[in-house]
Nanobody
Framework: QVQLVESGGGSVQPGGSLRLSCVAS??????????MYWYRHPPGKERELVASITSGGALTNYADSVKGRFTISRDNARNTVYLQMNSLRPEDTAVYYCKARRNYDTLEYWGKGTLVTVSS
């Protein structure tokens, strides 16, 4: 059974930083074949795509709201994707989820999320 487990969330003051991690596991899961995504679901709002990275890590993409502040990266040897979040703002408060999407079809897996709270 494939599992994605996020960690690294917590409470931070505005201007602070956090690094989220998402570890993928499962004996049938080849991390190298999956593009990875970070989404977030702010309270009272729609879920939104925050960042994505291709399976090899060559290409990344970001929502306009986080460009220049967040960085997505991956370590395929560790089956892990990261989201480095700097200069955090109260509006970054959300549950953050990672998603894996296989390159050649629509198979997807989701994690259960980790809560990030930015408040003074």
């Amino acid at each position: 059974q494939v599992q994605l487990v996020e960690s690294g969330g917590g409470s931070v003051q505005p201007g602070g930083s956090l690094r989220l991690s998402c570890v993928a596991s499962g004996f049938t899961f080849n991390f190298n074949y999956y593009a990875m995504y970070w989404y977030r679901h702010p309270p009272g709002k729609e879920r939104e795509l925050v960042a994505s990275i291709t399976s090899g890590g060559a290409l990344t993409n970001y929502a306009d709201s986080v460009k220049g502040r967040f960085t997505i990266s991956r370590d395929n040897a560790r089956n892990t994707v990261y989201l480095q979040m700097n200069s955090l703002r109260p509006e970054d408060t959300a549950v953050y989820y990672c998603k894996a999407r296989r390159n050649y079809d629509t198979l997807e897996y989701w994690g259960k999320g980790t809560l990030v709270t930015v408040s003074s």
